[in-house]
């Protein structure tokens, strides 16, 4: 028997099982969509190579355009304002005592938990335009003549499929947030208010720097949420009308499963992984450097 | 150092406000669940008294039975399994030494960050070509696999704050490697476990996009694909769409509302490992 911390076999076996569905589902996969997306491939006849023809053809792709600019809008709903919300949450509750919080942070995280297929359901009722809450609240205060069908419409929609999205992180990162200024040592905020700081003073000397580490994790795993986005922009819009609402992973399904043109899906589905690669890596390389 | 009354009450109003912001379309979606059969539009309107016999009509209409099942059946093979090669790996990465540990952890981690996207070209002609597309297996397989990222990470996470002297102490008294993992380290890191059970029973029975894909007969569909179809026949019936939706998200719904602890506590704190 070896000494504890001596180099260990038997590490490999207990991974083992553990790569053998990773690489079978994950790894392997995406190499092969790499591949994919070097050839003209319909999907039933023999391919082609197209060398980077694929790529090549996105820059003056309309559609897949338009999939790429929404993502960037949809980081925008699902990633920047909730985190704007949550650290407004936060700095306005500071550090004090709240109770009940349970009760509060199930509420707020409930979205999380529920399926795109539900949430998309759910929000195609709030925007109705028949009665639905939106419309009619806009009604209700003599806003009647505002009212639409937010998710038909080629002004609003992609706000409207936008917003669900905010619907869904914001709780999220005020949860986030709120549980790491619960760490910051009272005596800072003590500090800071004995300096006359007011509050938002105390939120930008205090309570920001100390949960940088929380901010960063909520960008990223935000974004990354909003670039994989499919579930509730099916369930809601579907991309429509047009092309208004359509998202890299619907136009990835489309040109895969339904036009044939699966080497061009390829060849968009490893551009979002590097856009969603590159996004990520600069949001961590920005919040990592020490103040 | 005291905070005043009016901190305190507008604290509570502006978190108020977004929890009640987070439930309502929740509880909305009920409410019009509930509503008699023949009202239409959006409006939560109870004039024709309450039906929770909605449920048996959607149930019944949207053959729920057959989704439910299969996504239970999905479910409970995938959460024990990708639980448990979690388990395994993680205590390895934790707590063994190995060449090539770092690299083998920077690759599994790097799945959390692969949009599933990216994968469904492959695992959709893959199965068509191997002949186990529209099977259960078929859909089992990839759903433990893209939990193994998040399983492993969170697991190396939970192991790493269990004393390695305890494990380097079973292992001076003779006890295999095997045997200090059941019996020293796993029972004392209950609580991690089951939050990464409860976060992989919600994503699996969530999962719309693998299902999509990968099936499509009246036995293989799971819940929230149907849902989905069934919402796509009955556009304009709220009320039977949204019984629909209630259905399949009760279980979920459920088993947060009992374990919202493990669920946000272990969320928060294995996103800060």
Request: aromatic share 14%; net charge neutral.
């Given at each position: 028997?070896?000494?504890?911390?001596?180099p260990?076999r038997i590490a490999?076996?207990?991974?083992?099982?553990a790569f053998?569905?990773?690489?079978?589902c994950?790894?392997?996969?995406?190499i092969?969509?790499?591949?994919?997306?070097?050839?003209?491939?319909?999907?039933?006849?023999?391919?082609?190579w197209n060398?980077?023809g694929n790529?090549?053809d996105l820059?003056?792709?309309?559609r897949?355009l338009?999939?790429?600019r929404?993502a960037l809008?949809?980081i925008v709903?699902?990633?920047?304002?909730?985190?704007a919300a949550?650290?407004?949450?936060a700095?306005?509750?500071?550090?004090?005592?709240?109770?009940?919080?349970?009760f509060f942070?199930t509420?707020l995280?409930?979205?999380?938990?529920?399926s795109?297929v539900?949430?998309?359901?759910?929000?195609?009722?709030v925007?109705?335009?028949?009665?639905?809450?939106?419309n009619?609240?806009?009604?209700?205060?003599?806003?009647?003549?505002?009212?639409?069908a937010?998710?038909g419409?080629?002004?609003?929609?992609?706000?409207?499929?936008?917003?669900?999205?905010?619907?869904v992180?914001?709780g999220?990162?005020m949860?986030l947030f709120?549980?790491?200024v619960?760490?910051?040592?009272?005596?800072?905020?003590d500090?800071?208010?004995?300096d006359?700081?007011?509050r938002?003073?105390e939120?930008?000397a205090?309570?920001?720097?100390a949960?940088?580490?929380?901010?960063a994790v909520?960008?990223?795993?935000?974004?990354?949420?909003?670039?994989?986005?499919?579930d509730?922009?099916?369930n809601?819009s579907?991309?429509g009308?047009g092309?208004t609402t359509?998202v890299?992973?619907?136009?990835?399904y489309?040109?895969?499963?339904?036009?044939g043109?699966?080497?061009s899906?390829?060849?968009?589905?490893?551009?979002?992984?590097?856009?969603t690669?590159?996004l990520?890596?600069?949001?961590?390389r920005?919040?990592?450097s020490?103040? | 150092?005291?905070?005043?009354?009016?901190?305190?009450?507008?604290?509570y109003?502006i978190l108020g406000f977004?929890a009640?912001?987070?439930?309502?379309?929740?509880?909305?979606?009920?409410?019009i669940?509930?509503?008699?059969?023949?009202i239409i539009?959006?409006?939560?309107?109870?004039?024709?008294g309450i039906?929770?016999?909605?449920l048996?009509?959607?149930?019944?209409d949207?053959?729920?039975?057959?989704s439910?099942r299969?996504?239970?059946?999905?479910?409970?093979?995938?959460?024990?399994?990708?639980?448990?090669?979690?388990?395994l790996?993680?205590?390895?990465?934790?707590?063994?030494h190995f060449?090539?540990s770092?690299l083998?952890l920077?690759l599994?981690?790097?799945?959390?960050?692969v949009?599933y996207e990216?994968?469904?070209v492959?695992?959709?002609?893959?199965?068509l070509?191997?002949?186990?597309a529209?099977?259960?297996p078929?859909?089992?397989v990839?759903?433990?696999?893209i939990?193994?990222?998040?399983g492993?990470?969170?697991?190396?996470?939970?192991?790493?704050?269990?004393?390695?002297e305890?494990?380097?102490?079973?292992?001076?008294?003779?006890a295999s490697?095997?045997?200090?993992?059941?019996?020293?380290?796993v029972?004392?890191?209950?609580?991690?476990i089951l939050?990464?059970?409860?976060?992989?029973?919600?994503?699996?029975?969530n999962n719309?996009?693998?299902a999509?894909?990968l099936?499509?007969?009246?036995d293989?569909?799971?819940?929230p694909?149907?849902?989905s179809?069934f919402?796509?026949?009955?556009?304009q019936?709220?009320?039977l769409t949204?019984?629909?939706?209630?259905?399949v998200?009760?279980?979920?719904v459920?088993?947060?509302?009992v374990?919202q602890?493990?669920?946000?506590?272990?969320?928060?704190?294995g996103?800060?490992?």
């Amino acid at each position: 028997m070896s000494a504890p911390g001596a180099p260990r076999r038997i590490a490999y076996l207990y991974i083992l099982p553990a790569f053998a569905f990773y690489i079978l589902c994950v790894l392997l996969p995406v190499i092969a969509t790499l591949g994919i997306s070097f050839l003209t491939w319909d999907g039933l006849t023999p391919a082609h190579w197209n060398g980077l023809g694929n790529y090549l053809d996105l820059f003056h792709d309309e559609r897949a355009l338009t999939a790429l600019r929404n993502a960037l809008v949809f980081i925008v709903y699902y990633s920047i304002l909730p985190v704007a919300a949550g650290l407004l949450l936060a700095g306005v509750m500071a550090r004090a005592p709240i109770h009940g919080l349970t009760f509060f942070r199930t509420a707020l995280f409930l979205p999380q938990i529920l399926s795109g297929v539900v949430i998309g359901l759910i929000w195609i009722w709030v925007y109705s335009i028949n009665g639905g809450p939106v419309n009619a609240f806009l009604g209700l205060i003599g806003l009647g003549y505002l009212r639409d069908a937010w998710l038909g419409s080629f002004a609003w929609a992609l706000h409207a499929v936008g917003f669900i999205g905010f619907w869904v992180d914001f709780g999220f990162c005020m949860v986030l947030f709120l549980a790491g200024v619960q760490k910051i040592p009272a005596e800072l905020y003590d500090a800071a208010r004995v300096d006359g700081a007011g509050r938002f003073r105390e939120f930008v000397a205090v309570t920001a720097p100390a949960i940088r580490y929380e901010i960063a994790v909520a960008l990223v795993l935000t974004i990354i949420t909003a670039m994989r986005n499919f579930d509730t922009i099916w369930n809601s819009s579907q991309g429509g009308p047009g092309i208004t609402t359509i998202v890299p992973s619907i136009e990835v399904y489309n040109r895969a499963l339904l036009t044939g043109q699966v080497g061009s899906a390829s060849a968009l589905a490893i551009a979002v992984a590097l856009i969603t690669l590159v996004l990520t890596v600069t949001v961590l390389r920005v919040f990592e450097s020490p103040e | 150092m005291k905070y005043s009354r009016f901190e305190r009450s507008t604290n509570y109003i502006i978190l108020g406000f977004f929890a009640l912001f987070a439930l309502a379309p929740v509880v909305g979606i009920f409410f019009i669940s509930l509503r008699g059969p023949g009202i239409i539009g959006g409006g939560i309107d109870f004039s024709a008294g309450i039906h929770p016999e909605n449920l048996v009509q959607a149930w019944d209409d949207g053959d729920f039975f057959h989704s439910i099942r299969a996504s239970t059946l999905v479910t409970l093979t995938v959460v024990p399994i990708a639980t448990f090669v979690s388990v395994l790996s993680g205590y390895a990465f934790a707590t063994m030494h190995f060449r090539g540990s770092r690299l083998l952890l920077l690759l599994i981690i790097f799945g959390l960050m692969v949009p599933y996207e990216s994968t469904i070209v492959p695992l959709y002609y893959g199965e068509l070509s191997i002949g186990v597309a529209d099977t259960l297996p078929g859909l089992i397989v990839p759903m433990i696999g893209i939990h193994m990222a998040l399983g492993t990470f969170w697991m190396r996470a939970a192991f790493s704050t269990f004393p390695a002297e305890l494990i380097d102490a079973a292992r001076v008294d003779g006890a295999s490697s095997w045997v200090t993992l059941w019996r020293v380290a796993v029972p004392a890191l209950r609580a991690p476990i089951l939050t990464l059970i409860i976060l992989i029973f919600v994503y699996t029975w969530n999962n719309f996009l693998y299902a999509l894909i990968l099936v499509s007969s009246q036995d293989t569909r799971t819940a929230p694909l149907t849902l989905s179809q069934f919402q796509g026949q009955y556009v304009q019936n709220y009320t039977l769409t949204a019984a629909g939706a209630i259905i399949v998200a009760l279980p979920v719904v459920v088993l947060y509302v009992v374990f919202q602890r493990e669920f946000v506590r272990g969320t928060l704190t294995g996103v800060i490992k």
